[in-house]
Nanobody, 115 residues
Framework: QVQLVEIGGGLVQAGGSLRLSCAAS????????MGWYRQALGNQRELVAL???????NYADSVKGRFTIARDNTKGTVYLQMNSLKPEDTAVYYC?????????WGQGTQVTVSS
């Protein structure tokens, strides 16, 4: 089993930056793709960014050019650097990891961007 813990959320003004981290524990050797998702109040959870073990990335159109996902396979950690934040980026951000047993989710961290 894999457990995920996110840190790094908070309140920031529009145009600012935040960095989210997600640390995995347990069977980290079994982790394949890792990603970040977000869910704004009243909306469905949506994909923000994905990264493979080899470093290939995929981003939602809404964050391309502003967000960067990275990972450290030795630590089982994935990061999300968020720049030029907008009020519409306000959401709970969740870390996800695909493993041999299925999918693991973190508890989520709130990101609030004020205008």
């Amino acid at each position: 089993q894999v457990q995920l813990v996110e840190i790094g959320g908070g309140l920031v003004q529009a145009g600012g930056s935040l960095r989210l981290s997600c640390a995995a524990s347990g069977s980290v050797y079994s982790i394949g793709v890792m990603g970040w998702y977000r869910q704004a109040l009243g909306n469905q959870r949506e994909l923000v960014a994905l990264i493979t073990r080899g470093g290939n990335t995929n981003y939602a159109d809404s964050v391309k050019g502003r967000f960067t996902i990275a990972r450290d396979n030795t630590k089982g950690t994935v990061y999300l650097q968020m720049n030029s934040l907008k009020p519409e980026d306000t959401a709970v951000y969740y870390c996800n990891a695909l493993t041999g047993d299925g999918s693991a989710w973190g508890q989520g961290t709130q990101v609030t961007v004020s205008s």
